[in-house]
């Protein structure tokens, strides 16, 4: 499975922002895919994630409404819409995907700089 993210940019603050995922290869095989985000000096965090053959998702406790994850299953590709962007969602911001079977996400895209300035 490839991963191919984009869509990242210099936003204002307040302004939104829809990031894209799409995924390649063996897709079929893939149960689940997650955004992950990286702000400067700081450790790789969860945003949320997504069942791709269910409605399910979940999301981290800072999205608090802002993020909303969603997918296109007939183009193999998950986006994650900002509301209301601050500065401190400057970040690297990943996608991934899991198999089935496998709890661990196993493959990344090479992340997309997400940079809000105040």
């Known amino acids: 499975v490839q991963l191919q993210a984009s869509g990242g940019g210099l936003v204002q603050a307040g302004g939104s922002l829809r990031l894209s995922c799409t995924a390649s290869g063996r897709t079929a095989r893939i149960h689940g895919m997650g955004w992950f985000r990286q702000a400067p000096g700081k450790e790789r965090e969860s945003v949320g994630d997504i069942y791709w053959n269910g409605p399910s998702t979940s999301n981290a406790d800072f999205v608090k409404g802002r993020f909303t994850i969603s997918r296109e299953r007939d183009k193999n590709t998950m986006y994650l819409e900002v509301d209301g962007l601050k500065p401190e969602d400057t970040a690297v911001y990943y996608c991934?995907?899991?198999?089935?079977?496998?709890?661990?996400?196993?493959?990344w895209g090479q992340g997309t700089l997400v940079t809000v300035s105040s």
């Open positions: 991934a995907a899991r198999l089935y079977g496998r709890s661990a996400y196993e493959f």
